[in-house]
């Protein structure tokens, strides 16, 4: 996968090379390239904004500085590839989920338009759609700055599910929101701790009741938490037992 990101502050996706995200672009599986937006500028003072049509507070993103950058990407996306996928960090669009982590996974070609001020231009989005499958994406109902967190967070979702990407694949299985419900609460050494022991039934080494145990932890977990996400699980994934919670 290639992952191209645009903003007026490229030093602040600078944390995408340490961890997980950084061996995955050393291995060849996934490229990730930070592009400065004033750089397809032209004036003296490298101007990115302007006073918004219609009135109003602040200030609105150039249109011309942006389809100039992204067309820079667009283009490299060949004719004989999937369409790339423009995502536009936003107040106003749809919430970000693991169902949509996965679903980007699989895209060739990721495009972070991350705005500042009062947005982008809107016909940069109605432009872009000539070249790319445009979707405007929040990552929760809160007012950030700008887009570039909200590109951070997107992006280690998404890289993190990509093949080869996390060292050992079963570490993503049984996570929350995975599969509809939280995850169980997680131990390590010492058994004792400062007068905390860890269940019993986690040092049994009866892995049947383990796994009994961790499926009840993540059930009492979510209707206590995310009541709704049981609510929204299929009739089939809970079993008798399981609705004893
Ligand atoms: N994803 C996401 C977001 C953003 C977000 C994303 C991009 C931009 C570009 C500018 N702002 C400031 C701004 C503030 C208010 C109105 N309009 C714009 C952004 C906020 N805020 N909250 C989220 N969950």
């Given at each position: 996968m290639r992952i191209d990101v645009f903003s007026?502050?490229?030093?602040?996706?600078?944390?995408?090379?340490?961890s997980l995200i950084g061996k995955a672009m050393d291995a060849g599986i996934l490229s990730v390239a930070v592009h400065d937006l004033r750089e397809f500028t032209h004036d003296r003072h490298r101007t990115v904004d302007d006073t918004p049509y219609g009135g109003g507070a602040g200030m609105v993103m150039k249109p011309e500085p942006w389809a100039e950058a992204l067309e820079s990407v667009f283009a490299e996306s060949?004719?004989?590839?999937?369409r790339p996928v423009l995502l536009v960090p936003s107040p106003a669009g749809e919430v970000f989920t693991q169902a949509m982590a996965r679903e980007l996974a699989t895209a060739q070609h990721l495009v972070v338009a991350c705005g500042r001020?009062?947005?982008?231009?809107h016909r940069v989005s109605e432009w872009s759609a000539e070249h790319a499958d445009v979707r405007f994406v929040s990552i929760g109902d809160y007012v950030l700055n700008g887009g570039e967190v909200a590109a951070m967070v997107m992006i280690e979702a998404i890289a993190r599910?990509?093949?080869?990407?996390?060292?050992?694949?079963?570490?993503?299985?049984?996570?929350?929101?995975e599969d509809g419900l939280l995850e169980y609460p997680v131990y390590t050494k010492p058994a004792s701790w400062r007068g905390h022991d860890v269940p019993e039934i986690l040092l049994s080494g009866n892995h049947g009741a383990i796994a009994r145990w961790r499926r009840d932890r993540r059930l009492e977990r979510t209707r206590a938490v995310r009541p709704e996400m049981l609510e929204a699980?299929?009739?089939?994934?809970?079993?008798k037992k399981d609705r004893a919670f």
């Open positions: 007026i502050f490229p030093e602040y996706l600078a944390p995408l090379k340490l060949t004719s004989t590839d999937a001020y009062e947005g982008i231009d599910l990509i093949p080869g990407t996390i060292g050992n694949p079963e570490s993503l299985t049984e996570e929350s929101h699980l299929p009739a089939e994934a809970l079993d």
